[in-house]
Nanobody, 122 residues
Framework: QVQLVESGGGLVQAGGSLRLSCEAS????????MAWFRQAPGKEREFVAG??????STYYADSVKGRFTISRDKNTVYLQMNSLKPEDTAVYYC?????????????????WGQGTQVTVSS
């Protein structure tokens, strides 16, 4: 059974940094794509960043490009978030799909974590 467990969220001032972690277990395929999504109150869930399991390919939403970095080490996927802005405030979710391509739509992903809250104060 696949489980994704996020951690690392919290409250930070604008301009600050946070690192989110997603510990994955039960992934039995050799090729997965992992991604981070976020959902702010009253808004749809949106793609933030993705990485293929090998780690050699990444993809970012334009809104976070240059500020966020996604990476993978063994069974943990990280999202390093720098230069945070109040508009980055959301619940952040880790997701996995049983294919190697990074896609940006939530229905493309097979497994989800429970989410971790990130709040950026101005």
């Amino acid at each position: 059974q696949v489980q994704l467990v996020e951690s690392g969220g919290g409250l930070v001032q604008a301009g600050g940094s946070l690192r989110l972690s997603c510990e994955a277990s039960g992934l039995t395929y050799s090729s997965y794509a992992m991604a981070w999504f976020r959902q702010a109150p009253g808004k749809e869930r949106e793609f933030v960043a993705g990485v293929v399991w090998s780690g050699y390919s990444t993809y970012y939403a334009d809104s976070v490009k240059g500020r966020f970095t996604i990476s993978r080490d063994k069974n943990t996927v990280y999202l390093q978030m720098n230069s945070l802005k109040p508009e980055d405030t959301a619940v952040y979710y880790c997701a996995a799909r049983r294919r190697s391509a990074i896609l940006t739509t939530p229905p493309s992903y097979d497994y989800w974590g429970q989410g971790t809250q990130v709040t950026v104060s101005s």
